[in-house]
């Protein structure tokens, strides 16, 4: 074989490759506005109001018989679409697999979630129950997306690209949060020259971003390619879904310092997750700020985070990802702090917080993702980005329960907002025992210049 043919095979290989990029960044493009119109802005504000709209007159609900503040129950509903998330999400790791047949399954979970997100558009009245249960089928369906989604990482990207192709699906879907959120506030504010009342313009806000979420996972649908694995093991892997996980269990034990960084990760992604899922309800509830105030913070937190992720990325190409990842956890801590002292009524300063969450946001996420991608051995990787997935979101129920709690017994969101301290702390601690270079040799992969 000539030199030339070899050139040209390699040639085409690296622009089949950037093309399934291409496509891979859009499912970030795609679902990342429901976590941010959707999970961030508008559903626990809305959903709030109408779970008090249906409370006692000592402010409690009563979902299945259990007396539940009314403040409370967008945290428990939350923390309940996690738990879900825990049972299906070993199951779809399972089946990609032994089948090989991503693309059906992300279809599925990517679908369920966008009919589940444009049914909240007939969220109204005291419809809390209705809302609650949309809201976890819609997190549970996003979670077992992302599990399917993120196993493409190491097959799309080798180890010196990782970080900058995660740091881009990032980027990617946070741009899309910041386009579609431009569009809300718009709606939002201006409704009355719509013609809609307020709260129907919550409800398109909220439908609009499932038509978007199912709109735009076509992209990835057509330039993500499967590999496939011998079809004698398919009929097994919906069936042996929690054996397989309880497989990569073990199997992890075999990798203990990858065990270790999915525990580290865990613990502070917990916090990220809450932060993110309360950060409107503590806004509204705790600090008195109109709905469009909210937003525009919220957007101001998707422009600065394309900027922090690609940005971040750029910093862990000089000290490396567990560093700048550690750094981000410092900067969570002190931003979380503030937040406990931020005065009521006070825009500005919310506005400030925002901005300090929007630089670290998608760069910790993003480099924690390429990061576990060099800890996965071969052939592995939708077994292994299933438990990565469950450390993600699946087992991201504590946060939002321990906010929850706090809240019931204290009666304040200060109070709770400063308990989320713990996880980064916890997880700093526990990520900076992981010695990274090690544990990428034992998992069997090249280990790059810098990580």
């Known amino acids: ?261 999915l525990l580290a990760y865990l613990i502070y992604n917990d916090g990220i997750q809450t932060v993110i899922s309360q950060a409107s309800v503590y806004g509204s509830e705790e600090l008195g700020l109109s709905q469009s105030t909210l937003i525009t913070a919220v957007l101001l937190v998707q422009v600065l985070a394309v900027g922090g992720a690609l940005g971040m990325g750029r910093l862990a190409r000089t000290y490396g990802a567990k560093r700048t990842i550690l750094g981000s956890l410092v900067a969570w801590t002190l931003t979380l702090g503030a937040g406990y002292f931020l005065p009521a009524g006070a825009p500005v300063w919310f506005f400030v917080l925002a901005s300090g969450i929007g630089l670290v946001l998608g760069g910790s996420q993003a480099l924690s993702r390429s990061l576990f991608s060099h800890l996965v051995p071969s052939g592995k990787e939708a077994e292994y980005f299933s438990a990565y997935e469950m450390s993600d979101r699946g087992m991201s129920w504590l946060g939002p329960l321990l906010f929850g709690l706090t809240y019931q017994l204290t009666g304040s969101y200060r109070d709770a907002i400063i308990s989320l301290v713990v996880f980064f702390v916890i997880g700093f601690v526990l990520l900076a025992r992981v010695p990274v270079r090690r544990a990428v040799r034992d998992a069997g992969n090249p280990v790059p210049e810098m990580i």
């Open 1 to 261: 074989m000539s030199t030339d043919t070899v050139q040209a095979g390699a040639a085409d290989e690296a622009a089949e490759r950037r093309r399934e990029q291409r496509g891979w960044y859009f499912y970030d493009w795609a679902c990342s506005v429901y976590s941010t119109s959707v999970l961030t802005v508008f559903l626990g504000p809305y959903l709030t109001a109408v779970a008090k709209h249906a409370a006692d007159a000592d402010g409690f609900v009563h979902p299945l018989g259990v007396p539940v503040r009314a403040g409370s129950f967008f945290a428990y509903a939350v923390s309940a679409s996690v738990i879900l998330s825990i049972f299906v999400m070993p199951m779809a790791g399972a089946a990609a697999d032994r089948t090989g047949r991503k693309k059906p399954l992300l279809a599925a979970a990517a679908y369920l979630g966008a009919a589940a997100t444009t049914g909240m558009f007939f969220l109204d009245g005291d419809r809390y129950l209705l809302g609650g249960l949309l809201l976890i089928v819609a997190n549970a369906s996003l979670a077992v997306s992302m599990v399917l989604y993120n196993s493409y990482l190491p097959q799309i990207a080798p180890p010196e690209e990782r970080d900058a192709v995660s740091s881009r699906g990032w980027a990617f879907g946070y741009a899309a949060g910041s386009l579609v959120l431009v569009g809300n506030l718009v709606l939002f504010t201006a409704h009355d020259s719509f013609g809609v009342s307020e709260s129907t313009a919550v409800r398109i806000c909220l439908a609009s971003a499932g038509v978007w979420w199912g709109a735009f996972t076509l992209v990835p649908l057509k330039r993500l390619r499967d590999r496939r694995t011998p079809a004698a093991s398919a009929g097994r892997a919906s069936a042996h879904g929690w054996r397989q996980l309880a497989a990569t269990v073990r199997d992890m034990r075999r990798q203990p310092l990858t065990l270790s960084f």
